[in-house]
């Protein structure tokens, strides 16, 4: 053949399956998606090997047109944990995928599916790629058990923040080298921005999983400092009736509303003028991003990721980590004039356009896959 013609042979794409042991839906479950279902932006195509007890999770997957190697309802107590970890049942059915799927790059998302995924891919002399969506399983003691041989035998770590990254980095410094940040990215074209609500008080919104490490409770106290503001609340999760309990202590029905989990996460932006967040150590906020991109400002402690995307005097308002009465402070000046909310929610959008976007995103991923699958190519 002359080596000056095109070859007649097209390299095929590079091929990824993701690991996915997950029970709920939220960030890293979107993020996928998002991924999965844009194989011209990434670069690669991709399909999963789930295991999840949840069957919306599993239609989820299922209605966003993915392929999906499904294990069928997998519990996720501890115990399962262990032996999908550590019994070689689950990693020959993940290796069996892997190798049906004729798989370049393991992609694993949760900690529950980092060892048994690194675990499978070694089996089939597969690279593995994770990413890196928070940060609990480090400081978690019942997670220590192999927690850092995965981290180790991970080949490439996408981080979703510099937050992350430093974490990272400084739990393990054999690691610097593999960690890079992709933030995530939202699909503009989706969120895009809409009106403020007319003829309704200054209505906060606060989107997320109702465990107790989002600290909805001290948004719902907050409430009771700032009598002409309304609060809608979206999401599910293991603390809800407590919260919806501690509503109708305070005596803030009237004022706070629950609508339960939303398939469409765009709902609760248009019945608000603000989004909040009282994460501890958010390590990045997807929700956060999605409500910006619709042209929201956010109120947020000043901690974890949220700093570097959450401008104060620019695209929100900051409260010390942790403060309390911070918190307050920062939504009662986000409720003081509609109009600067409003300027501030167009910054935020215009921040999301240039930083966040789902464009960029994927880009930064088909430069971390191209990097696995090319052995003679620096991560």
Same mark, same amino acid.
């Given at each position: 053949?002359?080596?000056?013609? #095109?070859?007649?042979?097209?390299?095929? !794409?590079?091929?990824?399956?993701?690991?996915?042991? *997950?029970?709920?839906?939220?960030?890293?479950?979107?993020?996928?998606?998002?991924?999965?279902?844009?194989?011209?932006?990434?670069?690669?195509?991709?399909?999963?090997?789930?295991?999840?007890?949840?069957?919306?999770?599993?239609?989820?997957?299922?209605?966003?047109?993915?392929?999906?190697?499904?294990?069928? !309802?997998?519990?996720?107590?501890?115990?399962?944990?262990?032996?999908?970890?550590?019994?070689?049942?689950?990693?020959?059915?993940?290796?069996?995928?892997?190798?049906?799927?004729?798989?370049?790059?393991?992609?694993?998302?949760?900690?529950?599916?980092?060892? #048994?995924? =690194?675990?499978?891919?070694?089996?089939?002399?597969? #690279?593995?790629?994770?990413?890196?969506?928070?940060?609990?399983?480090?400081?978690?003691?019942?997670?220590?058990?192999?927690?850092?041989?995965? %981290?180790?035998?991970?080949?490439?770590? =996408?981080?979703?923040?510099?937050?992350?990254?430093?974490?990272?980095?400084?739990?393990?410094?054999?690691?610097?080298?593999? %960690?890079?940040? *992709?933030?995530?990215?939202?699909?503009?074209?989706?969120?895009?921005?809409? !009106?403020?609500?007319?003829?309704?008080?200054?209505?906060?919104?606060?989107?997320?999983?109702?465990?107790?490490?989002?600290?909805?409770?001290?948004?719902?106290? *907050?409430?009771?400092?700032? #009598?002409?503001?309304?609060?809608?609340?979206?999401?599910?999760?293991?603390?809800?009736?407590? %919260?919806?309990?501690?509503?109708?202590?305070?005596?803030?029905?009237?004022?706070?509303?629950?609508?339960?989990?939303?398939?469409? !996460?765009?709902?609760?932006?248009?019945?608000?003028?603000?989004?909040?967040?009282?994460?501890?150590?958010?390590?990045?906020?997807?929700?956060?991003?999605?409500?910006?991109?619709?042209?929201?400002?956010?109120?947020?402690?000043?901690?974890?990721?949220?700093?570097?995307?959450?401008?104060?005097?620019?695209?929100?308002?900051?409260?010390?980590?942790?403060?309390?009465?911070?918190?307050?402070?920062?939504?009662?000046?986000?409720?003081?004039?509609?109009?600067?909310?409003?300027?501030?929610?167009?910054? *935020?959008?215009?921040?999301?356009?240039?930083?966040?976007?789902?464009?960029?995103?994927?880009?930064?991923?088909?430069?971390?896959?191209?990097?696995?699958?090319?052995?003679?190519?620096?991560?």
């Amino acid at each position: 053949m002359n080596p000056h013609q #095109p070859s007649s042979v097209t390299a095929r !794409p590079i091929r990824v399956l993701h690991v996915v042991v *997950a029970g709920d839906i939220g960030g890293a479950e979107r993020l996928l998606i998002d991924l999965a279902t844009r194989p011209e932006q990434t670069g690669a195509t991709h399909a999963l090997a789930l295991f999840t007890p949840n069957p919306q999770l599993r239609a989820k997957f299922r209605d966003a047109g993915l392929k999906i190697y499904d294990h069928g !309802p997998s519990a996720l107590h501890p115990l399962a944990y262990l032996w999908r970890s550590f019994g070689p049942v689950d990693i020959r059915w993940i290796a069996n995928a892997i190798r049906t799927e004729q798989a370049d790059i393991v992609h694993v998302h949760t900690y529950a599916s980092h060892i #048994p995924g =690194v675990r499978a891919a070694k089996l089939c002399g597969v #690279p593995v790629l994770r990413t890196e969506h928070g940060l609990h399983h480090y400081t978690d003691p019942s997670c220590a058990l192999f927690r850092r041989w995965a %981290l180790r035998n991970t080949d490439l770590v =996408v981080c979703v923040s510099d937050y992350v990254r430093r974490f990272v980095a400084a739990h393990d410094p054999i690691m610097i080298p593999r %960690l890079r940040v *992709a933030r995530n990215g939202v699909d503009t074209h989706y969120f895009s921005p809409v !009106p403020f609500p007319s003829d309704s008080p200054f209505t906060f919104g606060i989107t997320c999983r109702l465990e107790a490490w989002k600290q909805v409770d001290l948004v719902i106290h *907050a409430m009771t400092h700032l #009598p002409d503001c309304h609060l809608v609340v979206t999401g599910d999760g293991s603390q809800r009736a407590g %919260l919806e309990q501690l509503t109708r202590t305070l005596g803030l029905t009237d004022r706070v509303r629950f609508l339960g989990y939303q398939s469409d !996460p765009r709902v609760a932006a248009t019945l608000t003028h603000a989004s909040v967040s009282a994460s501890r150590d958010e390590p990045l906020g997807l929700t956060i991003l999605e409500a910006m991109a619709m042209g929201r400002p956010v109120v947020a402690f000043a901690s974890g990721g949220v700093p570097e995307i959450v401008l104060p005097g620019v695209t929100g308002w900051l409260a010390p980590p942790q403060n309390k009465n911070g918190l307050v402070t920062a939504m009662r000046e986000a409720s003081r004039s509609l109009a600067t909310a409003h300027d501030m929610g167009q910054q *935020a959008r215009a921040f999301v356009d240039h930083s966040c976007s789902i464009e960029t995103m994927c880009r930064e991923y088909a430069d971390a896959y191209a990097a696995l699958s090319n052995p003679d190519r620096e991560p």
